[in-house]
C-alpha cells in the first residue's frame, strides 16, 4: 500500500500558498456588494461554462436555499447557466455567444450585480455578457 503522505502534504502547502496571497480587501469588498444587493432587494446573476456552470449553480443554491433559510428575507439569486432549454434555444436560434448576455437584456436593473465565473477568462458568451452589464 502507498503512503501518500507526501502528496497531502504538499497538496496542504500548495492551498496555504493559494490562500496566504488572496486580497482579502477585495472578498470584503465582494461581501458587502452581495450584502448591500440582498439589502436592496436587487438580483444577483451568475454564470459560467462547464465546470464553472456547475461552480455557479451550486454558488447560487448556498444563497438561495443555505443562507436564505435562516433569514427573514430571501436572496435574489439567479443562475443564467441553469436552465439547459433555454441556454441551448439561445444557441442554436441565436448564437452560443448570446447564452447568457441575452438572459440579461430586458432583466439587468440598476443595482444587480453579475458575476461571471471563467477559469480561462477568454469564453466569447461570459465576456459578451460581463461587457453588456
Known amino acids: 500500500m502507498k503512503d501518500w503522505t507526501r502528496e497531502i502534504e504538499d497538496y496542504i502547502a500548495q492551498e496555504k500558498e ?8 477585495a472578498i ?18 451568475i454564470f459560467g461554462n462547464g465546470g464553472s456552470a456547475a461552480t ?24 443564467l447557466s441553469d436552465n439547459i432549454a433555454t441556454v441551448l434555444a ?13 438572459q440579461l437584456k430586458g432583466r439587468l436593473q440598476k443595482g444587480d450585480i453579475v458575476i461571471a465565473i471563467s477559469g480561462g477568462g477568454n469564453s466569447p458568451n461570459v465576456l459578451n455578457a460581463v461587457q453588456y452589464a
Not at 455557479?56 to 443562475?79: L, P
Not at 439561445?90 to 441575452?102: K, L, P, V
Request: net charge negative; glycine share 2%.
Open 90 to 102: 439561445i444557441a442554436n436560434d441565436i448564437a452560443f455567444e448570446e447564452i447568457y448576455r441575452f
Open 28 to 45: 470584503s469588498d465582494a461581501m458587502n456588494l452581495i450584502e448591500d444587493t440582498y439589502e436592496n432587494e436587487k438580483t444577483i446573476y
Open 18 to 25: 493559494v490562500l496566504s496571497a488572496l486580497d482579502t480587501r
Open 56 to 79: 455557479a449553480s451550486h454558488f447560487q443554491n448556498d444563497f438561495n436555499k443555505g443562507i436564505s433559510e435562516y433569514t427573514q428575507k430571501k436572496f435574489r439569486f439567479q443562475c
